[in-house]
């Protein structure tokens, strides 16, 4: 009896230390999210606005193209983040029925809504159908805290995915749909390994080393699923592969950067399921 007793204390405080060591790296990574200052955001052409920590990249036509040409930085190109040293800590949680009322503006990173033991679920109803998402806060908790709290606020609510490449990936995310939106702050990556990426893997477009803000992107394709490993994934889609998936695909622009899809494709609601 002495023995398992000593046994359960000794699981119980390497435990206990696990949580300490949880709770010391989501800190960490959330006072790192409030010290970044504010960037330039570069505006290129109509549609295509990009930012880089450091600065804007070039306005000039030719360099936009040569990464508007590589696969790898195709998900970024019209993507930009406005962001906000300011401490968002003092601010309560929306509300998990999502009644609190709509918002799209913020000061900076919301606070810890979400267990990061927790189990997470994401339906996306889109007017060519909806997507369920399982959610992955044990291995991004700052993605999937985001990507919660902002869906609460319904955030994505009534939003055009303003970026569609066949074979590619569907970006959404941003509501005012030029592809400059965000949520005024932005947030440190928590990125996977090479080769997680698949089909109907959900990850945040960036403009560069933690510059998340509130768009994110869905693997459609095989071309999507080849991306180096510089987007902070968390979530995969578990329904709607097969068909609403695919729809979404099928209008995606080959041209223009994928700028805008063939057909408007809008995000109706966005729920979070818990439990």
């Known amino acids: ?21 949880r709770r010391e790296r989501l800190a960490g990574a959330r006072r790192r999210a409030t010290r970044w200052g504010v960037v330039l955001v570069g505006a290129i052409g109509a549609v295509v606005a990009i930012a880089a920590i450091g600065g804007a990249f070039s306005g000039d036509d030719e360099a936009v193209n040569q990464r508007v040409d590589d696969p790898a930085t195709e998900v970024v190109e019209d993507v930009t983040t406005v ?9 309560a949680c929306p509300a998990t029925d999502g009644s609190t009322e709509q918002r ?9 809504c979400i267990d990061e033991a927790g189990s997470y679920t994401a ?9 369920t998402v399982d959610l992955d806060p044990a291995t991004a908790p700052l993605t999937v805290n985001n990507f919660v709290t902002l869906a609460r606020y319904r955030y994505f ?8 490449i066949p074979d590619f990936v569907v970006q959404c995310g941003d509501p005012t749909a030029t592809g400059t939106g965000g949520p005024g702050y932005r ?43 510089n987007y902070s994934l968390f979530g ?26 063939l057909e408007e ?6 729920t979070i399921n818990e439990g």
């Open 83 to 91: 962001t906000d040293a300011g401490d968002a800590s003092g601010e």
């Open 104 to 112: 799209r503006e913020f000061d900076g990173y919301p606070p810890m």
């Open 236 to 261: 995969q889609v578990t329904e709607g592969l097969d068909d609403t998936l695919v729809a979404l695909d099928a209008v995606g622009n080959p041209e223009s950067n994928g700028v805008p899809p």
């Open 1 to 21: 009896m002495g023995t398992a007793k000593r046994e359960r204390k000794k699981a119980n405080r390497a435990a206990r230390h696990q949580r300490e060591v």
């Open 187 to 229: 947030f440190p990556d928590e990125l996977p390994s090479i080769g997680d990426y698949q089909i109907g893997s959900l990850a945040m477009a960036n403009s560069g080393p933690d510059t998340n803000g509130s768009q994110f992107f869905i693997i459609s394709g095989e071309r999507g699923a080849a991306l180096p490993p």
């Open 265 to 270: 494709v809008r995000i109706l609601s966005v």
């Open 123 to 131: 339906v996306i109803e889109t007017n060519f159908g909806s997507l």
């Open 157 to 164: 609510d009534d939003t055009v995915c303003h970026r569609i």
